[in-house]
């Protein structure tokens, strides 16, 4: 009878601890459910805070990259204006030079001047008149340069230059420079076997030869005395 007491109170003892456990059990479940659901509240206004943090930086980002894109293409064209501003006064000195050389026949200093004032003045919009001008002045300043390389049986010379003349970087519709253009480029127009003996370093006496603006000079000079010798024979003739 005793045993069965005992193992009546086991039993007993065994329910009330099973009863017991699964309360304990949920309990500490519970708890850290809410430990867990405390935390992640706590955590949250943080995370939202380095969210927006995040969204701001990139919205600040994507505005100052707009900002640039868009302001680039406009400070690079101000900074061609200002440089071509800036290039005027030395394409108006070198046009001035120009003109001088051109009054006392250096045809070679000219079209060189000429050539320097087209590339400081590079379109009439920056510089206005004056780059028509300098345009104006290369392409004469070549054409005379063009005849005097023709007179010394340079003709290969003359085509360059006037080539060049009529490129598109200076004047294609340079009338005096494309006729010239035209009849050198004609068979026989003018003999390109041809050298004066002037031309090859040496003149007609066998000394050396001037410069030809100096022998253009000479043979003015040639004219002028013959011409004098005539005034004085028709002059002696009448006395007679």
């Known amino acids: 009878m005793e045993q069965i007491k005992y193992k009546l109170v086991d039993v007993q003892l065994e329910r009330s601890l099973m009863k017991k456990i699964p309360r304990t059990l949920g309990t500490i479940e ?17 995370i939202l805070v380095s969210f927006v943090a995040f969204c701001f930086t990139l919205i600040c980002f994507s505005f100052i990259c707009a900002t640039s894109f868009a302001q680039t293409p406009d400070s690079a064209a101000e900074r061609e204006v200002q ?3 800036a290039a005027i006064p030395q394409g108006e000195a070198a046009m001035a030079r120009g ?29 206005g008149k004056t780059h028509d001008q300098a345009v ?20 290969a010379d003359a085509e360059a230059i ?6 598109d970087r200076y004047d294609p519709k340079c009338r005096p420079a494309h006729e010239l253009y035209m009849r050198l480029r004609q068979p026989g127009s003018f003999d390109k076997t041809v050298r004066t003996i002037s031309s090859e370093g040496v003149d007609c006496e066998g000394r050396p030869a001037l410069p030809f603006p100096e022998r253009v000079e000479r043979v003015k000079e040639l004219l002028a005395e013959a011409d004098s010798f005539h005034q004085s024979g028709q002059d002696h003739h009448s006395a007679h």
């Open 99 to 127: 003109k001088s050389a051109m009054k006392t026949k250096n045809y070679t200093i000219a079209h060189e001047e000429f050539r320097t004032a087209v590339t400081y003045l590079p379109d009439a919009v920056a510089s």
């Open 30 to 46: 519970q708890k850290e459910t809410k430990l867990t659901k405390v935390g992640f509240f706590g955590q949250l206004p943080r």
């Open 162 to 167: 006037l080539s060049e003349i009529l490129s």
């Open 136 to 155: 104006d002045g290369f392409c004469k300043s070549g054409v005379a340069l063009a005849e005097a390389r023709i007179a010394e049986g340079r003709n």
């Open 83 to 85: 440089r071509r501003q």
